[in-house]
């Protein structure tokens, strides 16, 4: 293990290093994020003369919330 300061190369390689290991859960972590705050209707899929249609129903969002409001971790 190197000792003393790290140079600018090694925070740069090791910034590129974390992207790859921590990369993808960040993307899963947005999609998560995503679909907890109900914004994916344009990603429904829905035909043009239905968009207007499109309803996003809240319950698992409230199943989620009930659950941490009723969990005693401390």
């Not at 090791?14 to 994916?40: P, T």
């Not at 899929?45 to 919330?65: C, G, H, L, Q, Y």
């Not at 659950?67 to 971790?73: L, Q, S």
């Amino acid at each position: 293990m190197r000792k003393g300061k790290p140079s600018v190369e090694d925070i740069k390689a090791e910034f590129e290093k974390c992207k790859k290991i921590y990369g993808e859960v960040r993307e899963l972590w947005k999609q998560d994020e995503e679909f907890y705050e109900l914004a994916f209707k344009g990603r429904m899929n829905i035909p043009k003369e239905f968009e207007n249609d499109r309803t996003v129903v809240s319950t698992a969002r409230d199943v989620v919330d009930a659950a941490i409001n009723h969990t005693d971790i401390m």
